[in-house]
């Protein structure tokens, strides 16, 4: 396949086994369902064909895309937000299939991607023996199917100790388990699109094996009987709406006189437990588990109203499990905070978004370096700020730049850097280049500097030439803020007339300055006591 083109380089490399883990079928079961059913699942992490399943999962994506299928619930939600009003008066009902995964046909869905690829099957494998002799389609199209089948029918696991192999539907926890479940399930609906809207169907949303109906006032059975017609292994079942409400996806659709309000849906299994404010785990992970439903909530509940009632639930869940008041608020606040802040940023003219955009850009070049440390909370949160500041650490050197200062400079005071190339590099007396550079280091590819600080105004307007080689540092502080308040005493006592700013901080202790004391002065106020 690669020799002919088929398969790309990096494909055959993706593709390659990478792995010969005989996998498990365990379930979990379903609580919120009657008879507790349990769900099959077969993580195939480790397995021989896994590599090749994530690149099929790849490339059979452009086949899932059609105008009924959402994204997640939040897509759900603008979609009810788009309805008309005429749409209010109708009922709201949702089907479900019936262990869409386990009832997948493997043989008809396959079919139906090859068809959509290459078309229906020509005459060439029946005809002409020789595969190198096939019409490129034919040939395509039975590379596609080895690939596929190796993927599904040839995939074996365990379970009580006995070993099994795969012959129909896919597996939850496989990445190619929701792209074939949707692709039929297209074909399935692009199939009855007609006869549903014939026999009432307004308004159609399917989510996986979820689908929101409104209808007009049609029998439902009708409709179901439809849906159940397409394949013998499919069975679909409905729920109707109950005193104007309907839960689907996790959102509590509520029908009104004006609008169709949606929340976010408790279901009755629901037993408030949450991550314990006392648990031993960073509170970034605290942080989370408030902010998570406190956005829920902003983006589900449609009426203000109701985004103020899921603000108290909140808050009642989270003091049954230990959370302070102030703690909770706060999060909310700052949650709402970035929310508004990005509506805002949505609303901006084109030109603030591609500079923001650039920014983006420049931060995901930045190299990052992630290592795990063991979390034991107070030494953990210090290693944190430890490493943050040695992270943002940088030789006063490097700032000459932005005074126009040359790249090939040295420096005469001892670095301070505590990285070890840095040291060889002063070692060895070598020069040092400002800004980001490859292993290229032509001199056409130097990024130009732009210099606008006030120390290369004045070059640029009074002429004058600065000694770059010759200059001291005043003083350093390992921290920040101490850094800033020596700078600004040094501002304080020079007045150097280049300064844009008369100090970096308000200087509340000694805003005249330093004060000089003398020792004949110390010693005469001794002797009078």
Sequence with gaps: MTKRGFLSENE????????????????????????????????????????????????????????????????????????NRTSLKYRMVSFHVTGLFTKVPLSYTINLILDKMYEPEHICPKFIKVKSDWYSKCLDRNY??????????????????????????????????????????????NKLIDKLKKAGVLWYKKYVDDTFVIIRKAKINNIKKILNSVHKDIKFTSVQEQSNELPFLDVLVRRNNKMLETSVYIKPTYTSLLLKWSSFVPKRYEISAISCMVYRAIHISSPFTIMHKEFDFIQDITKL??????????????????????????????????????????????????????????????????????????????????????????????????????RIAKSKRLQIYYGESDNNTDEEEVPQITTTSAIQQHIASTKHKIDWNNWLILDNDNHSYGLLVKGSLAITENSPSLNRTTRSIPLLVYPEGIRKRSIQNNTTSQDSK
């Design 144 to 189: 596609m199917k080895t690939l596929l089948d190796i993927a599904t029918f040839d995939t074996h696991f365990s379970f009580n100790n006995l070993y099994y192999q795969q012959h129909n539907g896919v597996t939850m926890r496989s990445p190619l388990a929701p792209v074939l479940s949707d692709i039929f399930m297209i074909h399935l609906e």
């Design 321 to 422: 499990n230990g959370y302070p008041k102030n703690f909770v608020e706060c999060q909310i606040r700052h949650t709402l905070n970035r929310y508004i802040a990005k509506q805002n940023m949505l609303n901006t003219d084109n030109e603030t978004k591609q500079s923001e955009q650039k920014h983006d850009n420049k931060e995901t070049h930045i190299d990052r370096i992630v290592f795990n440390v063991p979390y034991a909370e107070k030494a953990t949160r210090q290693f944190s700020k430890e490493i943050n500041k040695l992270a943002k650490k940088k030789q006063a050197c490097r700032h000459l730049k932005e005074h126009g200062a040359p790249q090939n400079i040295t420096t005469t005071e001892p670095n301070q850097n505590l990285r070890r190339s840095e």
């Design 12 to 83: 055959y490399k993706q593709a390659t086994p990478g792995g010969s883990l005989c996998v498990r079928l365990y379930g979990l079961p379903k609580v919120h369902k009657i008879g507790i059913p349990l769900r099959p699942i077969i993580s195939s992490i480790g397995s021989y064909n896994y590599r090749l399943v994530k690149l099929l999962a790849a490339k059979l994506q452009p086949l899932r895309k059609n105008k009924y299928i959402l994204k997640d619930t939040f897509d759900f939600v603008e979609s009810i937000k788009k309805l």
